[in-house]
C-alpha cells in the first residue's frame, strides 16, 4: 500500500472533512438547531397543525403502499432476472435501472400524459369506471413507485447472483416444491438485501417531492404530502412549521441511513 | 499441505473461465428457461412495468413529437429555454468535475486512512441519497441563505444551483470509487515500488488508471442527476429566468401552463441523456469486466 | 555474501512474527525459506525486500547497507503468490514498467522487454491484457517483469503457492533452469518441502519466527538438527525411544535381532509400489513403510506377529519427553 506522506494526509483529510461538513453536516446541524430554537414548541405547533397531520398521514399512505407493490415487484423479477432466461432479458435488467436517472419532473409529466382524465391514453377510460388517478393517490403511489423501483432490484440481485442455486437445487432434490424452496432457501438467504432495498425505497419514498408535486395537484389539505408541506409553509412565512416538517423528514431518514449502515454485514477482506 | 489444496482450487476458479474469454462466442437465440409460474409473473410484472414506465415514457416521446422537429426546434429557440439549457448543462459539468476531484479524495481518505469520527463521515456521505429534495434545499438555505450564520447569500444567485446540485450528487464518485479502492490488491502497489515507483508514480500509474472506470461510472450517474434535478432548488434558487432557472423548472412551468408539448419536447431530451449514461454505464461495465 | 540479515525482530501487535532471526545468503545461489504457514518466512523476505520495516536489526544487500533504504531503491526483483499484475496494462506494458520508471532509452526498453518475454515463453501474448493469460503465464510474466531491471537479489514469495499442482511442478522445474542460466542471487518461500528439495541450493528452515536450520537438502535431510526440521521435511515414526522415518525400520517376521521391538500388525495398506504398517507396539502405534516385494516375501498380514529395528545407517533424532 501506498502510505501517503503526513502532510499530504492531513491535507487530503481536511480537504474530505471540510467539504462534507460545510456542505452537509453544519447545514443539517443548523436546520435540527433552529427546530429547537424555541425548545419544543415549533415541533408540538407543527404536530397540532391539521394541514401538516393530514400530510403526515397521507404520505405514510403513500409510501407504505409504494413500498409493498415494489416489494413484490422487486423481488419477483429479481427471482426472474437471475433465475431464468427469457428473450429481452439483458433490455429489461436495463430498463430496469431508468427510473434511477430519470428526472422526478418527467416522471410526473410522464404519468400525467398517460392517466388524466381529460385527454390522457388511460385516465378517461379509468374515470369513467370511477378510478381516479391523477390529482388522487393512485397517481401518488405511481409516482412514489416509479422513482423508488430498482432499490429493492439493485439490493437483491446481487445477492442471488452471490448465493447461486446450488441450495435451491438440493432443496427440490429433497423434495420441496417451488414455493417451499422459496420461502425456506431463497427468502432467507436474500433477507437481508430485502430488508435494506425495503429500508431505502421506505426512504425514498416518504421524501418524493418533484413527480408527487406534478401527479397530486398538490392540493392543501387533500393531497399534499409532508414534502409538499415543507415548501408551501415555508413560502407562507411559517418557516417554523417548514423546519420542524423537515426535522422529521431528517430524522426518518436518517435512521433509515443508520439501520442500513448497522445492517449491511461488513464486507469479507 | 491443505493451504496448497485452497490456493490450487481457488487459482483454478478464475483462470479457467478466463483463459476462454477472448474466444467466448456469444449466443444469439437466448434460451427460454421459464416455468409455466415464471411465465405467469414475467407477465403480471411486465404489465404493471409497462403501465408504470414504458407506456407514460412512451407518451413523453409522442407528445413530444407531435410538434415534429421544428416543436423541438421552436422550444429551444426559446431564449429562456435556452437559458435554462445551458445553465443545467454548464452547473451540472462544473459540480461533475468538483466531485471528480473532491470525490476521489474523499473515497481515499474513507478506505487508506483512519482517524476518529471516520465512521461518522461515512454515513454523513449518503445524507444526500436519504435526504428528501425539498429539505436539503431548506437545509442549504440555513447555511447559505438569508440568515447564513457564515454572512453568505448565495440565495437566488448562480451559487445556489451550484451549492444543490453538489450537495444532491456528493455521493455518487464516493461510493462507486470506494469499493473498488478497497478491492485494490497491495501487493500491485508493492510490486510498483519494488520495480522503483514513487508514491506519485503509483498513484499516477496504477491506482488511477484502476479506478478511472469508477471515477467515469460515478461521473455519469452524477451528471445525470444533476441536468435532472428538481426539488432541492425550489426554495434555493428562486427560479429566476435566465439566472437560476433550470432546465427542470421549466418543464415544469410549461406542464403548469397547459403546454404539453414542449415540456414532453424538452422532457423527452432529458430522457435521451438519461439513456446514453445508462448505455454508456453499461459499456463502461462491460470493459471493466474484461479487464478481470 | 549477497543478503546479510542479522539480528532482526519483527513484531505485530503482540505476535512475534521474527524473533533475533540472523541468515546470510550466498552470492548466486537459488535459497528457499522453508517453514509452516505463519512461521515468519514471508516477512523476512517483505523485510529483505524493504516492503516491511523491522523493529530491529539490521539487512544488507551486497554489502551496502539497506536497512533504512526505501523498497523504491534497493533495486531488488519481487514477485507475489497472487502475481501483482497491473491489469490495465499489456503484457509488455507490464514488463516494461521498472525500465520506464528508469528513463531508459524507447529503443533499448523494446529490446529487452522482446528478449525478457522469449525468456518467459510468452512472447506471442505481448499485446494480451494480463486477464487473458492463465495463472502460470501470469506469474512468468511477473518474474520477467521482475527481472527486467536487472536486479541485484530476485525475491519470490509462494511465487507458485496460487497454482495448480501440474503447473506448479512445470514452473518449478523451469525456474530452477532459469536459474542456472540468470544466475542472479535468487530467494523463494514455500511451505512445500518438496518444492524447496527438489529447487533450491541451500534451505533455511523457518518457524515461529526462528530459523531451525540452514543447510543443503541433503544436510537438512540426512543431519535434521531437531526434530521439528526432521518431522517438516518428512514422514516420522517414533520407535522406542528414537524418531526416525517409517521406511528406515527393518521388519521380520522372527524375534531375531536384539533389541527388537515386537508388535502385531493392526492395518495393512497397499499403496502403489509400497505397503504401510500400523504396528501396535508396548510403546504406542509405530508407522513401517516397505516395499510391496519385501512384503511378500516376509508374508505380512494384517493380524501378523512382528519384530522392528532401525536400519542400520538411518537418521535418527532422540524422542522428545512426551508432554
Not at chain 1, 397531520?53 to 427471482?79: D, E, R
Not at chain 2, 445524507?127 to 425539498?134: D, E, G, K, M, S
Request: charged content about 15%.
Amino acid at each position: 500500500m501506498v502510505d501517503v506522506s503526513t502532510p499530504t494526509k492531513w491535507l487530503l483529510r481536511l480537504v474530505a472533512v471540510g467539504y462534507v461538513f460545510f456542505l452537509v453536516a453544519w447545514p443539517v446541524g443548523l436546520v435540527v438547531q433552529q427546530t429547537f430554537s424555541n425548545g419544543l414548541t415549533n415541533l408540538t405547533d407543527a404536530l397540532s397543525d391539521e394541514q401538516v397531520i393530514g400530510a403526515l398521514q397521507l404520505t405514510l399512505m403513500v409510501a407504505l403502499w409504494a413500498v409493498v407493490i415494489n416489494l413484490v415487484f422487486g423481488v419477483g423479477i429479481s427471482l426472474l432476472l437471475v433465475r431464468f432466461e427469457f428473450p429481452g432479458k439483458r433490455v429489461l435488467s436495463a430498463l430496469i435501472d431508468l427510473p434511477l436517472s430519470v428526472s422526478p419532473v418527467v416522471v410526473g409529466l410522464a404519468l400525467l400524459l398517460v392517466y388524466n382524465g381529460r385527454d390522457g391514453w388511460i385516465g378517461p377510460a379509468a374515470e369513467s369506471r370511477g378510478l381516479q388517478i391523477i390529482f388522487d393517490s393512485p397517481g401518488m403511489i405511481m409516482a412514489t413507485c416509479f422513482v423508488a423501483l430498482p432499490l429493492i432490484i439493485r439490493e437483491v440481485v446481487p445477492v442471488l447472483h452471490e448465493i447461486g442455486d446450488d441450495q435451491e437445487q438440493a432443496a427440490r432434490s429433497l423434495g420441496a416444491s417451488t414455493r417451499q424452496t422459496f420461502w425456506r432457501i431463497t427468502l432467507p438467504s436474500i433477507k437481508w438485501a430485502v430488508v435494506y432495498g425495503v429500508v431505502l425505497s421506505l426512504a425514498r419514498s416518504l421524501g418524493e417531492f418533484g413527480a408527487v408535486k406534478i401527479v397530486s395537484g398538490n392540493i392543501t389539505g387533500q393531497t399534499q404530502t409532508a414534502t409538499l408541506v415543507v415548501e408551501a409553509k415555508y413560502q407562507n412565512f411559517q418557516q417554523e412549521t417548514a423546519y420542524a416538517t423537515s426535522f422529521l423528514l431528517i430524522v426518518v431518514s436518517i435512521a433509515a441511513l443508520v439501520v442500513v449502515a448497522f445492517l449491511r454485514p461488513k464486507r469479507a477482506h | 499441505m491443505t493451504s496448497a489444496l485452497i490456493g490450487a482450487s481457488a487459482a483454478a476458479g478464475p483462470a479457467s473461465p478466463e483463459g476462454r474469454r477472448p474466444r467466448r462466442v456469444r449466443r444469439t437465440t437466448p434460451h427460454n428457461t421459464l416455468t409455466r409460474g415464471a411465465g405467469l409473473g414475467l407477465g403480471v410484472a411486465m404489465i404493471w412495468f409497462s403501465l408504470l414506465v414504458l407506456i407514460p415514457l412512451t407518451a413523453v416521446i409522442a407528445a413530444a413529437g407531435q410538434g415534429g422537429w421544428s416543436g423541438y426546434f421552436d422550444v429551444l429557440r426559446n431564449d429562456q429555454t435556452w437559458a435554462a439549457v445551458t445553465l443545467t448543462v454548464s452547473q451540472a459539468l462544473v459540480v461533475t468535475l468538483v466531485n471528480i476531484v473532491i470525490g476521489s479524495i474523499i473515497a481515499w481518505v474513507l478506505v487508506r486512512d483512519d482517524f476518529w469520527g471516520k465512521r461518522l463521515l461515512d454515513v454523513i456521505i449518503d445524507v444526500p441519497f436519504a435526504l428528501p429534495t425539498i429539505v436539503a434545499g431548506l437545509v442549504l438555505l440555513s447555511l447559505y441563505g438569508p440568515n447564513s450564520p457564515l454572512g453568505l447569500h448565495w440565495a437566488f444567485t448562480p451559487n445556489a444551483v451550484t451549492l444543490a446540485l453538489a450537495f444532491v450528487t456528493l455521493p455518487f464518485i464516493v461510493r462507486t470509487v470506494q469499493p473498488v479502492l478497497e478491492e485494490l490488491e497491495a501487493d500491485v502497489e508493492e510490486a510498483a515500488a519494488s520495480l522503483g515507483a514513487s508514491r506519485a508514480t503509483i498513484v499516477r500509474r496504477i491506482i488511477l488508471p484502476s479506478l478511472a472506470p469508477a471515477i467515469a461510472a460515478g461521473a455519469a450517474l452524477s451528471f445525470a442527476r444533476a441536468i435532472s434535478e428538481y426539488g432541492s432548488l425550489v426554495l434555493l434558487s428562486g427560479n429566476r429566468p435566465f439566472q437560476t432557472e433550470v432546465v427542470s423548472v421549466r418543464v415544469l412551468t410549461f406542464i403548469e401552463n397547459g403546454n404539453n408539448q414542449s415540456a414532453a419536447a424538452l422532457a423527452s431530451i432529458m430522457l435521451a441523456v438519461a439513456l446514453v449514461v445508462i448505455v454508456a454505464l453499461d459499456v463502461v461495465q462491460r470493459r471493466v469486466a474484461r479487464r478481470g | 555474501m549477497s543478503i546479510d540479515v542479522s539480528g532482526v525482530t519483527k513484531k505485530f501487535g503482540d505476535f512475534v512474527a521474527l524473533d533475533d532471526v540472523s541468515v546470510s545468503l550466498p552470492t548466486g545461489q537459488l535459497t528457499a525459506l522453508l517453514g509452516p504457514s505463519g512461521g515468519g518466512k514471508s516477512t523476512l523476505l517483505r523485510i529483505i525486500a524493504g516492503l516491511d520495516r523491522a523493529d530491529t536489526g539490521t539487512v544488507s544487500i551486497e554489502g551496502t547497507d539497506a536497512t533504512r533504504l526505501p523498497a523504491q531503491k534497493r533495486n531488488v526483483g519481487f514477485v507475489f503468490q497472487h502475481y501483482a499484475v497491473f491489469k490495465h496494462m499489456t503484457v509488455a506494458k507490464n514488463v516494461a514498467f521498472g525500465l520506464e520508471i528508469r528513463k531508459r532509452p524507447k529503443a533499448e526498453i523494446e529490446h529487452r522487454v522482446d528478449e525478457l518475454l522469449k525468456l518467459v515463453h510468452l512472447s506471442q501474448f505481448s499485446h494480451r491484457l494480463p486477464s487473458q493469460l492463465s495463472g502460470g503465464q501470469r506469474q512468468r510474466m511477473a518474474l520477467a517483469r521482475a527481472l527486467a531491471v536487472e536486479p541485484k537479489v530476485l525475491l519470490l514469495d509462494e511465487p507458485f503457492g496460487a497454482l495448480d499442482a501440474k503447473v506448479r511442478k512445470e514452473l518449478r522445474d523451469w525456474l530452477r533452469r532459469l536459474h542456472d542460466e540468470v544466475h542472479v542471487t535468487t530467494v523463494f518461500v514455500t511451505h512445500d518441502q518438496e518444492e524447496a528439495l527438489e529447487v533450491a541450493d541451500e534451505i533455511v528452515v523457518i518457524n515461529e519466527g526462528r530459523v531451525e536450520q540452514i543447510g543443503s537438502p541433503d544436510q537438512l535431510y540426512d543431519e535434521p538438527a531437531n526434530d521439528f526440521v526432521m518431522g517438516f521435511l518428512g514422514e516420522v515414526t517414533q520407535l522406542g525411544d528414537i524418531r526416525l522415518r517409517p521406511h528406515d525400520i527393518e521388519v521380520s517376521a522372527t524375534p531375531g535381532s536384539a533389541g527388537a521391538l515386537s508388535g502385531r500388525i493392526t492395518r495393512l495398506l497397499r499403496v502403489g509400489f509400497e505397503v504401510r504398517l500400523t504396528v501396535s507396539t508396548a510403546g504406542g502405534e509405530v508407522t513401517v513403510v516397505l516395499t510391496r516385494t519385501h512384503a511378500r516375501q516376509l508374508g505380512l498380514v494384517e493380524g501378523s506377529h512382528v519384530w522392528l529395528t532401525a536400519a542400520s545407517g538411518a537418521t535418527t533424532v532422540p524422542a522428545m519427553v512426551a508432554v
